[in-house]
């Protein structure tokens, strides 16, 4: 079943629609739990397209298997996605900085109002994200620490390599995720991979994640993979930031999710013009490079990568 959750009218006769599909049993029965799965929050974010795929995909294979709820949205932010524009085009607005919303404001914040009263009561949500075009992640949740109790145990199930519980910060207040957890509908960000692409080794491995959750939930009694044990990270100084000491074209020599020692290459920044190389960029110290710049162009303070320090991963 295909339902608009909200449309607003735009000028030329067209309706911008956000849309869900909701998959259920064929005898649904009173109390089903219900999961979420829901992305293109930011229209340059398209791997979630592909789980969202492949979740409908698997369910109706065997969907006599399927004993609960499963609401997909794929497209949040379809004029975005479109469009290829992180946020609402003409709108120059973030719509991950516009939750909870209002039902009675201007066009946005109404859909944002609306999206959460749709989602809003879910057993678990899922809210997939891609990095930018500028750094490639490895497959990760992040976890406001505030709600770290309830969204741990659901994070350590889903599958993924690496959970970071970081601190509060007054922008995410007003982010989908926070906004849904703070009203006690428990929602994971999932990170992973690239703006603008697809990788599906990493869609893939969320997949089995989502299923694992959803048997976990009473909503799957499928066969499920047993989901592999992410590093949990909830300290600030477990996570060493790499930033470019000059502008020009970065070149990686490693790949990231890759166990470094201090000192080790991890690539340089060039000059096309002279051909020489500007900077080492060196590990800073023994750990695990979780972040990797993909788009070359650098200038002098632009991130390039994030190690997890190895005292993390060994405690």
Partial sequence: MIKTVASVGLPVDEVLAIKKRRIQ???????????????????????????CFEVARKIEEEK??????????????????DSITRGIPAFDLDMNRLFPGNIDGNMTEYLAAEIMKDVSGSDLVIDIHASNIYLTEIPQIRI???????????????????????????????TFAYSLNSTGTPCLVVEMGVGMRITKEYGDQ??????????????????TSEPRKPIISKNPDDVSYLNASVGGLFIPKVRHWETLKKGELIGQIIDPLSGKVLDDVLSP????????????????????GRLLRKEAYEK
């Fill in 206 to 223: 969320l997949v089995d994640g989502i299923f694992h959750l959803m048997e976990e939930l009473g909503i799957w009694n499928g066969k």
């Fill in 25 to 51: 049993p064929e005898n649904k029965k009173k109390g089903m739990k219900r999961i979420s799965v829901v992305t293109g929050i930011h229209g340059d974010e398209l791997e979630g397209q592909y789980v």
């Fill in 285 to 304: 110290v023994d750990g695990i490079l979780f972040t990797i710049r993909e788009y070359p162009i650098v200038d002098e303070g632009s991130l390039v």
């Fill in 64 to 81: 006599e298997k399927l004993a609960g709820i499963v609401d997909i949205y794929p497209a949040m932010n379809p004029l975005g996605i």
């Fill in 144 to 174: 406001n620490e505030l709600h770290e109790d309830t969204l741990v145990p659901f994070a350590e199930k889903a599958n993924v390599d690496f959970v970071w519980v970081h601190g509060a910060s007054t922008v995410l207040e007003s």
